[in-house]
Each structure stands twice: as C-alpha cells, then as structure tokens.
C-alpha cells in the first residue's frame, strides 16, 4: 500500500507541479491588486478630490454616464465607489445588438471622467490589466473555461497527494517494546535536519513543509474545487446538505409593466433590506450594490451587514420583481445550511476577504512556501532518476 501511495504522489505531483507553481506565485501577488495597479497604472488607478470638499459620484451617477458614452448597459454596479482610486463598471450591449469593441471602464470617482477602456485581462489594452491578468492566471491559467476545468482537476489531484503524502510521513514501523512511541517517531518527519548531504534537506523541505502547510493547503485545494469544478463540487455539497450559495433566483409569475429605474431600485431594495433587517434581527452597516436581470425579471439590493461577518465585502442580498417590488427572496451571505456556511468560509478564505492584512500575509507566504515545496518535489524527482534505488531509500 504505501509503494503505491509513493508512486501515486510522485507521479500526481509530477503532473500538477506546473500549475501548482503557477497558481502558487499568482495567489502569493493578488492579495495586493489595487498596489499592483497604483505601481504600474497610477494615472489611470490613483484618485483624489480634483478640490477640497469634492465629493465621491454615487455608482448611479456613474453608471448612467459609461451607459450614455457607450449604449451599452450596466448589468452590475457598486453603490458607493471608493475615494482613492478609480471606479470599474463592467458594460454590455443591449440585447440584440453586436458587442461593444469594451468591456470595462475605469472612471474617475469625482469627475466621471473614463480613464481607461479595456477587456478585461487583456494585456494588449494596457498595465491597468496586469494585476486581472494576473488573476486569470490564477483562477484559469489565462484560458478560460477550458483552463478552469483543468486548474479544478489539478487542485482535486493536489487535494489527493498531499493527503496521500500525509500517510507517507507516517513511521513505516508502529510502536513496538522498548521503542519509542508513534507520535515520537512521526515528529521527526515535522523537522529539518541541521546535518546531512543536500538531498538530505531537500527531502526534508518537502516533507515538513508540506506537513505544516497542510491546513492551508486543505483550504485552498478544495475552495479551488469549489470555483473551478463544479461537476465534483456540488454532488459533494447536495450530499453534505447543502443547497447552493449562487442559485438562480427564480421568479415564476413576473409582474406586467416596465422595469423600473435604477433609482427606483435602490429605494424599493433598501426598504426590503429594512424590513428584513428587522424581521430577521440583523444590523445594516451600509449599501453595496444593485444586480439587474432584466432575462429573470428581478434585481438585486446587496447591503454590507451583520451578517457578513469578518469581510469588508457585503453579500447580504433581498432579490425582487423589476417591475412591482415585490420581494422575492432573501439571501443569507452564508446560505442556509451549514454546509453552505463552510463552502462560503473556504471561499472567502481562498480570496482573502476575511481577517484583514495579516491573512493576506499568510496567504502570500503560503503562495511561495507550496511552490518551493513543488519545486523541491520536481527536483527530487529528477535526481531520483538518476541515482540508484538504494540511495533512494536512505534517503527517506
């Protein structure tokens, strides 16, 4: 059993190691996206009140002046833009109509003024791309759906060796009379040996680190799972209990008449937060954005609130009719199971939106430690190729 959990690490990790490496250094650079863009792209990223006094446009404000300059429509919109640094308001054609040559701006938040046109992750329109490039990367190797599928195979695969190297850390033999115990057998496999031939430490950085990042590495794997292989993700969660985080909203019996404006919408959607925030005993800490589905008759008023817990980021939603305002649903940030409580943790972990700087810290340190750990495994590997067998074993 374990020489075949031998050859199944190494081989897997041989496998994966490239995307491992790749979405390793990426996940290590992308906690700092808006540093990247202030660096490369400052006069297009950076903002400031253009005079004393002068105040941030509301994201309606906004949205009506990219739909005016583009013809094109706004399907999504954060509410309350920042102050320091430049507004991204994704647009699309109206139904029917051909593509836009665009498909984000970038506004200045006091002026309106459009800073930059680009698709996004397009490296060709331009730096302010470089850091969504360097998300593509990470979340899809730059390719798309075809790179999801193949990231989420190769973070299922990454989930499966590291547990599979978990148990080849283990004493091959078990306590016997007069040795020492299991767990002081297996603490060696926790160290670095300050002595020994390079191959020696090297062996020993793959295996403690792997060890110690393991936790980590359970997070990220499966959350990785979770964005990128939904054909294993959600058999395991409806087995768990789970019922979806991001289900459609479904609104059968559509009210007759014209949607209604986005001013509208923000009214109807915070007096339907409101009286959820009462009914359900939850504080609203302020509005975050409107989701417009015209194809299902609905929209979306998120709020930042009590219930999203450590994340800057308000996920708290009502969904109701475009037309009357009759609330459809609400939408608990961490869904109504605990299932989906755990799958919406894992996520916010993966990307950083919980606990502030200092987890991004460790996410980065993480980033560099898993693709120097892989490297080391590679470079194991190659040696391995060319030393006999006996060598080998001593070394383990």
């Not at 397009?122 to 990367?137: H, K």
């Amino acid at each position: 059993m374990r020489k075949a959990l031998l050859i199944a690490h190494r081989w897997t990790g041989v496998i994966v190691a490239l995307a491992v490496i790749i979405t390793g250094l990426t996940g290590a650079i992308i906690p700092y996206q808006d540093q990247i863009r202030s660096l490369v792209a400052g006069e297009v990223w950076d903002a400031a009140p253009p005079e004393p006094g002068a105040r941030v446009l509301s994201g309606l404000e906004l949205k009506r002046i990219v739909e005016a300059e583009t013809g094109g429509e706004v399907g999504f919109i954060q509410l309350v833009p920042a102050s320091d640094h430049a507004h991204s308001v994704f647009v699309s054609a109206p139904s029917g109509e051909p593509p836009l040559p665009f498909r984000q701006f970038f506004l200045d938040p006091y002026t309106g003024e459009i800073r930059a046109r680009v698709n996004f992750a397009e490296l060709a329109d331009g730096p302010i791309n470089i850091a969504p490039f360097l998300v593509s990367l990470h979340y899809s190797l730059a390719a798309g759906q075809t790179g999801r599928l193949l990231l989420g195979v190769a973070a299922l695969a990454w989930l499966l060796l590291s547990l599979a190297g978990l148990v080849l850390t283990f004493p091959r033999k078990g306590p016997r009379k007069g040795s020492p115990t299991f767990w002081r057998d297996w603490a060696g496999a926790w160290r670095l040996r300050r002595k020994g031939a390079r191959k020696v430490r090297l062996y020993d950085f793959h295996r403690a680190t792997g060890l110690w990042l393991l936790p980590f590495t359970v997070v990220f794997t499966w959350s990785a799972v979770a964005f990128n292989l939904d054909a294993v993700h959600q058999p395991v969660q409806a087995m768990l209990g789970g019922k979806g985080l991001f289900a459609p909203v479904d609104n059968p019996a559509p009210d007759p008449g014209a949607a209604m404006s986005a001013e509208q919408a923000e009214q109807v959607g915070a007096r339907l937060m409101r009286e959820q925030a009462e009914a359900r005993g939850f504080t609203i800490r302020g509005p975050e954005a409107l989701s417009f589905r015209p194809y299902a008759h609905v929209i979306g008023y998120y709020a930042r609130t009590s219930l999203d817990g450590p994340t800057g980021n308000g996920s708290t939603a009502v969904w109701f009719d475009q037309a009357s305002g009759r609330l459809i649903a609400f939408r608990h940030p961490y869904g109504e199971t605990s299932a989906d409580t755990f799958d919406k943790v894992l996520r916010l972990l993966h990307t950083g939106e919980m606990f502030g700087g200092v987890y991004k810290l460790a996410i980065s340190l993480f980033g560099l430690l898993i693709s120097a750990t892989t490297i080391a495994g590679v470079v194991m590997w190659l040696k391995s190729k060319r030393r006999p067998a006996r060598s080998r074993r001593e070394v383990r």
